[in-house]
């Protein structure tokens, strides 16, 4: 889930994936209407997954 800062989850999922505010949006609004989404870490490094997953924890988002 996105959580209560989902512009701050926005911002985090821009900063891994390198999206545009549009795609980054798109994917939490999905996530938001209960679509779960998947975004393929393999193109990352481990630190940098990492480091994405304890942001979107800080924020309030939720990865299962």
């Known amino acids: 889930s996105v959580g209560?800062?989902?512009i701050n989850v926005i911002?985090?999922?821009?900063?891994?994936t390198g999206w545009?505010?549009?795609e980054s949006k798109d994917f939490c609004d999905?996530?938001?209407?209960?679509?779960?989404?998947?975004?393929d870490t393999s193109?990352?490094?481990?630190s940098a997954v990492t480091r994405f997953?304890?942001?979107l924890r800080f924020q309030g988002?939720?990865?299962d």
Do not use: S, T
């Open 11 to 16: 911002k985090a999922l821009r900063g891994l």
């Open 4 to 6: 209560p800062n989902m």
């Open 53 to 55: 997953i304890e942001e």
């Open 61 to 63: 988002g939720k990865i």
């Open 43 to 46: 193109y990352y490094d481990d």
């Open 20 to 22: 545009g505010l549009k």
């Open 30 to 39: 999905l996530v938001c209407d209960g679509k779960p989404q998947v975004i």
